[in-house]
Nanobody, 116 residues
């Protein structure tokens, strides 16, 4: 059974940083492309970033390019999202997902709130 456990969300001030983690189990993590998706209050899901199975190719939404970095540790079955220069509009529940387009399994989500 695929299991994705998201963690690392918190309340942070504008300009701050957070690192989200996604612990994967129940499948061969290193064989899957992975992605992050977020959903802000009252809005639909927004694709944020993706990484290929080997970690050598990464992709970002224009809204986070230059501020967020996706990475993975296949030895630890863990996906990461380093978020810097956070803005209030980054406030959302963040989900990791299998597949570059997040069309597979999703984690339970972790809340990121950017506010002073």
């Amino acid at each position: 059974e695929v299991q994705l456990v998201d963690s690392g969300g918190d309340l942070v001030q504008p300009g701050g940083s957070l690192r989200l983690s996604c612990a994967a189990s129940g499948f061969t993590f290193g064989s899957y492309d992975m992605s992050w998706v977020r959903q802000a209050p009252g809005k639909g899901p927004e694709w944020v970033s993706a990484i290929n199975s080997g970690g050598g190719s990464t992709y970002y939404a224009d809204s986070v390019k230059g501020r967020f970095t996706i990475s993975r540790d296949n030895a630890k079955n863990t996906l990461y999202l380093q978020m810097n220069s956070l803005k209030p509009e980054d406030t959302a529940v963040y989900y990791c997902a299998t597949g570059q387009a997040a069309k597979g399994s999703w984690g339970q989500g972790t809340q990121v709130t950017v506010s002073s």
